[in-house]
Each structure stands twice: as structure tokens, then as C-alpha cells.
């Protein structure tokens, strides 16, 4: 399946708002991530890497959408709120158990998150570059056991 407009408001019905969330703008981030999500690393979890991605990105937008309607600057950012008070109420929140240390702006949303957490899992494991298509000893479950790197010509 490849990620359309149409199939992205299927499977997160929280966009369907053609208004809010444009097909331009679902486009414009579809083919975004189509250039950055390497194919063979993200096999068969493609379409939900690139879901998320989408997702992730165009909550940050209509934020800043919003921010310049109501007559702020759009697009300034800010993390995850901690605390909150207002007359004789206060809340606070662990904050460190909703974000993930390092995930800079994929933090921000919880689409961000999880696209975090599952482009950390592609790719895991061996990879042996300079060969085209896979080489059987390296494709098994010994492979584990190899170095990172095998030279497939050992005369260089």
C-alpha cells in the first residue's frame, strides 16, 4: 500500500477535517517522507512510519496555523507543559514519562513519539553495505554473531 491522503484520514480519523488538515498539505508531507524513509530498512512498516510522520508534522503546523490566528508568532516552540495553575488550582505532571531523552521535536507530539521509537527499531541488526541484494550468510539468524563490517571481496 502506499500512503495517500485518502488512506492517512482512514487510519487517523483525528485529520479528516479537510479544512484544517489540506489534501495539499497531506501531500506536501507524504512526499516528504517518501524521500526520507529509507524503503528497504522500513520494509512492510513503511506506510505506518510514514503515517506517523505525517501526522507528527502536520499537528506542529496547524499549532502554528493557530498561533498566527490568534496573533501570536507562529512556529515558536515550546516543550511539554509541567505545571499549570490558575486562582487556587495547580497541576503538574512527570514530564519525563511522556518524552524521550534526545527527541528533540518529536517530542512535541505523541505521533512523534511513536514514529520515534519505531524508526530506532529499523534497521536494527547487521548491515553490510557495498552489496547488491542479500547475501545468504549475512540474511540468517547467525549473522548476529559476525563483526559489523565483512569485507565480501577479501583480495582488497
Known amino acids: 500500500m502506499t500512503v495517500t491522503a485518502a488512506s492517512f484520514r482512514i487510519n487517523f480519523p483525528e485529520f479528516t477535517d479537510a479544512v484544517r488538515y489540506p489534501d495539499a498539505q497531506l501531500n506536501f508531507w507524504i512526499a516528504t517522507a517518501v524521500l526520507l524513509l529509507n524503503a528497504d530498512r522500513w520494509s512492510t512498516l513503511r506506510d505506518l512510519g510514514t503515517q506517523l510522520f505525517i501526522a507528527h508534522h502536520i499537528a506542529i503546523e496547524r499549532r502554528a ?15 511539554p ?18 518524552i524521550e531523552e534526545r527527541g528533540g521535536h518529536w517530542n512535541l507530539t505523541v505521533y512523534g513519539l511513536r514514529f520515534r521509537k519505531l524508526s530506532k527499531m529499523m534497521g536494527a541488526g547487521p548491515l553490510q ?3 547488491d541484494g542479500p547475501v545468504p550468510e549475512l540474511s540468517s539468524a547467525v549473522a548476529w554473531g559476525y563483526p559489523w563490517f565483512i569485507n565480501p571481496n577479501p583480495s582488497m
Open 65 to 79: 496555523q493557530d498561533e498566527a490566528t490568534n496573533g501570536e508568532t507562529p512556529g515558536t516552540t515550546t516543550g
Open 129 to 131: 553495505v557495498g552489496v
Open 81 to 98: 507543559v509541567s505545571s499549570k495553575s490558575g486562582d487556587k488550582v495547580s497541576i503538574s505532571f512527570d514530564t519525563s514519562a511522556a
